[in-house]
Every structure is written in C-alpha cells, then in structure tokens.
C-alpha cells in the first residue's frame, strides 16, 4: 500500500513562492500539501500550476492577506470552509480549508496571530482555539483518523522557541495561547513531530528581520501536523525542510512534513 504522507507550509504569498512550492512538491511528492497565508483571491488562484505536476488543488482566500489552500496527487472529497456555522466571517473561510483524502479528515487552518496581548485581535485568536474545539466536537471522532494542521502560531513548550525566558509575554508563547492550544490538543490529538523528534532547537519560522536566523538556530516551531491517536500511532517519519528558507525570496517559514503506513502494511 505504501505510505500517506503530508506536510504543511506557510507561504507567505503563494504567488511569491511558486518558484519553491512547485519544485519542492515535485521533488518530494507528498500526497498532501496544506498552505496557509496563500494571499491570493481566488479568481487569481495558480491552479494550472499544480494541475501541470499532477495535484488537485483546493482554495479559499483573500486578496493581499490570509488565505488557504489543500493540494493533493488523490482525489480530493468534502471542501467545506471556515467553522460551518452562522458566525462565520469571510476571514474565518480563508483561515479554515477541510476536507478528506482517501480515509483521512483534513483540517487545514492559519489560526489568528493574535498581534499583542492588549489587543482585541489576541481574544479572537484564544475564541478560536474554542471555536476549533467546538467544530472538532460537532464534526469529526477522536477514534477515526483525522489530520490537523497548518500555521497555528503557537509554540507549545520552552524548547520549541529559540528564547523562552525573554517571550513569555508573546501572543505565540504567552501561557494563555500554549493553554488553548493544548485544550484542542486534549480533544484527541497526538503533536506527531513531537512524538517522534524530542530534541529541542528544531524550528519551521524564521524571522525575516533576524540577520542569519536560520544558522544561529533562531526560530520558533509554531507550524504542526496533530493527529489523532489511530493515526499518529501509524507514524514512521516526521521532519522539518530547511533547505526552502535559505531558498531564493523564501517564506519566513518552511515545510513541515509526516508519513504515516498505512492501514495493513
């Protein structure tokens, strides 16, 4: 049967980033590529570009900001966006993509930064961890096999930000971002890099205005693949590409990837 692998990828501007994504999908053949912060409206969407290397695609987005996309070499079933309900905003549809690939659940989301913890933006991000939880309640089971990922702008513990001690006061590692975080995670869901890379200084974003940042360690890991425990416990390999962010006009971020058996080998 082979293996199901995925990974996620924060694009910041996937026009901008073409030059890497196709190659790099090419190169590396995943059957799932989640994108986040696409920034591109839909009508302008590069969707020959992956129809050419053999991927469907899927998208929702915004022109010049958000925005998400789910390409995949399999057919792709079930496109629904945003949470589903009556309080959707039309930024909610281009923070959330879902759908299913095969016999797993995909949920791709670009949670809200969160700017500052005095403003109003950092509520709407900790409502969205309890509006995730809510969706994970209502939609999917714990005990089926279900994918969420992408760009969740939250590190997690002290040894997945380069400075712990001088960024407690961050929206991405203040303790009531890691809280919500882990209140989703209590859901049902299994961190799969984590599972199977302990080691701390491993990272998927760089900042842009740190000279050098990627070879003084100097980043944060706040992108994730999270699955469900059916799921996780079929992982064999998860790791971090760093080669993309020391590419040409790179991503502040680079690509997270997961392959997992599948069911019977």
């Given at each position: 049967?082979?293996?199901?692998?995925?990974?996620?990828?924060?694009a910041?501007?996937?026009?901008?980033r073409?030059?890497i994504?196709i190659?790099?999908?090419?190169?590396n053949?995943v059957?799932?590529l989640?994108i986040?912060?696409?920034?591109?409206?839909?009508?302008?969407?590069?969707?020959?570009?992956?129809?050419?290397?053999?991927?469907?695609?899927?998208?929702?987005g915004?022109?010049?900001?958000?925005?998400?996309?789910?390409?995949?070499?399999?057919?792709?079933?079930?496109?629904?966006?945003g949470?589903?309900g009556?309080?959707?905003?039309?930024e909610d549809?281009?923070?959330?993509?879902?759908?299913?690939?095969?016999?797993?659940?995909?949920?791709?989301?670009?949670?809200?930064?969160?700017?500052?913890?005095?403003?109003?933006?950092?509520?709407?991000?900790?409502?969205w961890f309890?509006?995730?939880?809510?969706?994970?309640?209502?939609?999917?089971?714990?005990?089926?096999p279900?994918?969420?990922?992408g760009?969740?702008?939250?590190a997690?513990?002290?040894?997945?930000v380069?400075?712990?001690?001088?960024?407690?006061?961050?929206?991405?590692?203040h303790?009531?971002?890691?809280k919500?975080?882990?209140?989703?995670?209590?859901?049902?869901?299994?961190?799969?890099?984590?599972?199977?890379?302990?080691d701390?200084?491993?990272?998927?974003f760089?900042?842009?205005?740190?000279?050098?940042?990627?070879?003084?360690?100097?980043?944060?890991?706040?992108?994730?693949?999270?699955?469900?425990?059916?799921?996780?416990?079929?992982?064999?390999?998860?790791y971090?590409?760093?080669?993309?962010?020391?590419?040409?006009?790179?991503?502040?971020?680079?690509?997270?990837?997961a392959?997992?058996?599948?069911?019977?080998?």
């Amino acid at each position: 049967m082979g293996h199901f692998s995925i990974a996620t990828f924060n694009a910041n501007s996937l026009r901008a980033r073409l030059h890497i994504v196709i190659p790099w999908l090419e190169e590396n053949a995943v059957d799932v590529l989640c994108i986040q912060e696409t920034k591109v409206q839909d009508r302008d969407f590069p969707e020959r570009s992956f129809k050419e290397i053999g991927y469907n695609v899927i998208y929702k987005g915004q022109k010049s900001y958000n925005g998400v996309a789910i390409a995949s070499r399999h057919e792709i079933k079930d496109r629904l966006t945003g949470f589903g309900g009556p309080d959707d905003s039309p930024e909610d549809k281009a923070r959330l993509i879902r759908c299913r690939v095969r016999d797993i659940a995909i949920v791709n989301t670009y949670v809200p930064q969160g700017k500052a913890l005095e403003d109003p933006h950092f509520q709407i991000k900790l409502g969205w961890f309890k509006r995730l939880r809510d969706l994970f309640n209502r939609d999917y089971s714990p005990d089926r096999p279900l994918v969420w990922c992408g760009d969740l702008n939250v590190a997690p513990e002290a040894r997945d930000v380069y400075a712990p001690d001088q960024f407690m006061d961050h929206v991405c590692f203040h303790i009531n971002s890691r809280k919500a975080l882990e209140e989703v995670k209590a859901w049902g869901f299994v961190d799969v890099f984590r599972r199977l890379n302990p080691d701390p200084g491993q990272y998927t974003f760089y900042d842009y205005r740190i000279p050098n940042a990627v070879k003084r360690h100097m980043g944060w890991r706040v992108d994730h693949i999270f699955a469900t425990v059916t799921l996780a416990e079929r992982a064999v390999k998860a790791y971090i590409d760093l080669a993309p962010r020391s590419a040409e006009r790179p991503s502040d971020h680079t690509f997270l990837v997961a392959e997992f058996k599948r069911p019977g080998d």
